[in-house]
């Protein structure tokens, strides 16, 4: 697995936990859990963003190979 495969796997767990905290979120009864699921699901999205602007950088800098 090269590094590109692993940021593209990683991309994939951040974005299946982005989904699974806004289900959480939006199946939990107490607010409390509601606010954290949330605030979980931004953060694994900053992560998801960060990860394709990686991927986006290294696809670019092999297109200049």
């Known amino acids: 697995m090269d590094d590109q495969e692993r940021i ?3 991309l994939q767990h951040e974005e299946h936990a982005v989904r699974l905290y806004r289900q959480y979120q939006r199946e ?3 607010e409390r859990l509601q606010e954290m699921f949330e ?3 931004m953060n694994e ?3 998801a ?3 394709r602007q990686k991927l986006e950088d290294l ?3 092999n ?3």
Do not use: P, R
Request: hydrophobic share 40%; charged share 35%.
């Open 59 to 61: 696809e670019s800098k």
């Open 63 to 65: 297109e200049q190979k």
């Open 45 to 47: 999205s900053w992560h």
């Open 28 to 30: 939990a009864d107490d």
């Open 8 to 10: 593209q796997d990683a």
């Open 39 to 41: 605030q979980f699901a």
């Open 49 to 51: 963003a960060a990860l």
